[in-house]
């Protein structure tokens, strides 16, 4: 896996926490433009991390789901952007292309069945998180995301929805973590695996890439609410700080998995190969 987060796309990655089994398919990518999607981060920062840009100057964020399976049962957190594609003059400015696709060939590379996931739970509702939910194919599943994500919910998923709270279980091992802000009823998932086992904790978009932890502040072009979007941010490094815990942040491209170190003033990233 890269070093160099947020260069590349990630591919399908996939290791054992425990009692579960973790696995990361990728459906697409979008690209960010840097000083536009973190207005208020400065030109030389990025400057001097070109080489963490791509050939056109964007970073480009990964795109997809995770699969946890526990015993013969399976969740999907977040369900990517979808069997679409939409060029740079069509996407809102802070954006370049985004594409998706990819979710069922790595599903099926994981030798995991649509009709087996059993539960798909969305940290928001945003275009890149809920592009398969409306796949005939997840009809039988709980679909779970927060209350204040259902009720600006403007898409669909192919089940029923059912709302979660803060702390609540609604998978075994996998736990609700409120971290609002970038929408109002943003989720994180902290996933155990087994009693008094490893922690992994699902960032969301808490953090677009691992280079914002360079200032905890700096707000995402599409936070809804910056001041909250700072106070989750925080809260997920404390918990990502916890010893031996295990971080996924589905847009940290080429570096998903990764866990939390503090070196300097700022904590960072390391990914995990």
């Keep these: 896996m890269s070093t160099a987060p947020n ?10 926490l425990g009692t579960h089994r973790l696995t990361y398919l990728p459906d697409g990518y979008v ?6 999607w973190f207005p208020d981060s400065p030109g030389a920062f990025w400057e001097e991390r070109r080489g963490h840009l791509d050939d056109e100057g964007f970073l480009r964020a990964s ?16 369900t990517g952007f979808g069997p679409a594609a939409i060029p740079a003059d069509r996407t809102i400015p802070p954006l370049g292309r985004i594409e998706g696709g990819g979710l069922p060939d790595a599903l099926a590379a994981a030798g995991v069945a649509w009709e087996s996931v059993d539960t798909v739970a969305f940290t928001h509702l945003h275009d890149d998180h ?4 409306g796949d005939e194919r997840l009809r039988g599943a709980r679909f779970v995301a927060s209350a204040a994500e259902w009720r600006g919910a403007h898409r ?3 089940g029923q929805p059912v709302a979660v709270r803060d702390g609540q279980e609604l998978f075994p091992g996998v736990t609700a973590l409120a971290t609002p802000g970038h929408t109002p009823g943003h989720l994180s998932y902290v996933i155990r695996g087994g009693y008094d086992g490893p922690a992994a904790v699902v960032v969301g978009d808490v953090l677009h890439s691992a280079l914002q932890l360079a200032d905890l502040t700096w707000r995402a072009a ?12 925080r809260k997920i490094v404390a918990e990502l ?10 847009h940290f ?12 003033d700022a904590p960072r990233w390391h990914p995990l190969a």
Excluded: C, K, N
């Excluded at 260069?7 to 054992?16: C, K, L, P, Q």
């Excluded at 809920?130 to 939910?133: F, K, L």
């Excluded at 599409?222 to 941010?233: G, H, I, K, Q, T």
């Design 7 to 16: 260069r590349h796309v990630t591919e399908t990655v996939r290791f054992a």
């Design 31 to 36: 690209q960010l433009q840097p000083r536009a």
């Design 63 to 78: 795109v997809g789901a995770l699969l946890v399976e526990y015993e013969d049962r399976a969740l999907l957190l977040d």
């Design 130 to 133: 809920v592009g398969w939910a």
């Design 156 to 158: 669909r998923p192919a």
């Design 222 to 233: 599409s936070d809804l609410d910056p001041a909250e979007a700072v106070r989750s941010r």
């Design 241 to 250: 700080s916890r010893p031996g815990t295990i971080g996924f942040a589905g």
């Design 253 to 264: 491209s080429g570096a998903v998995f990764g866990r939390l170190a503090v070196s300097g």
